[in-house]
């Protein structure tokens, strides 16, 4: 199993902005995250498949459209997350997450299904 290496979590009051970042392996297709708060389930946040990005093969979950915003640079092997209008209820540990070819990713809700995790940044939105 590829380690993803994540960053960009921090402290934030409501209506900032963050930039999380995730790299990611040759092997791996779907490329997003997940976020887990205190006493709630891993759930699905955004993810793309770096190869297919022109194609506008994205996925975001309902909380966050609008907000989010998933993107990629190829040359970088690097996934960004863009995290605007920032609400308390973001507030969550954030996973990079990544699937290999074959991986359901629209919609990006099955934690079961991820070859790869990072380590999780923690991402606070308080006032």
């Known amino acids: 199993q590829v380690q993803l290496k994540e960053s960009g979590g921090g402290l934030v009051q409501p209506g900032g902005s963050l930039r999380l970042s995730c790299g990611f392996a040759?092997?791996?297709?779907?490329v997003g995250w997940f976020r887990q708060a205190p006493g709630k389930d891993r759930e699905g946040v955004a993810c793309?498949?770096?190869?297919?990005?022109?194609?506008?093969?994205?996925w975001y979950s309902t909380s966050v459209q609008g907000r989010f915003d998933i993107s990629t640079d190829t040359d970088k092997n690097t996934v960004y997350l863009q995290m605007n209008s920032l609400k308390p209820e973001d507030t969550a540990v954030y996973y990079c997450?990544?699937?290999?070819?074959?991986?359901?990713?629209?919609?990006?809700?099955?934690?079961?299904?991820?070859?790869?995790w990072g380590q999780g940044t923690q991402v606070t939105v308080s006032s």
């Open positions: 997450a990544a699937g290999l070819l074959g991986t359901n990713w629209a919609p990006w809700t099955n934690p079961r299904a991820i070859s790869s």
């Open positions: 793309i498949v770096p190869s297919e990005a022109n194609l506008g093969s994205i």
């Open positions: 040759k092997d791996h297709y779907a």
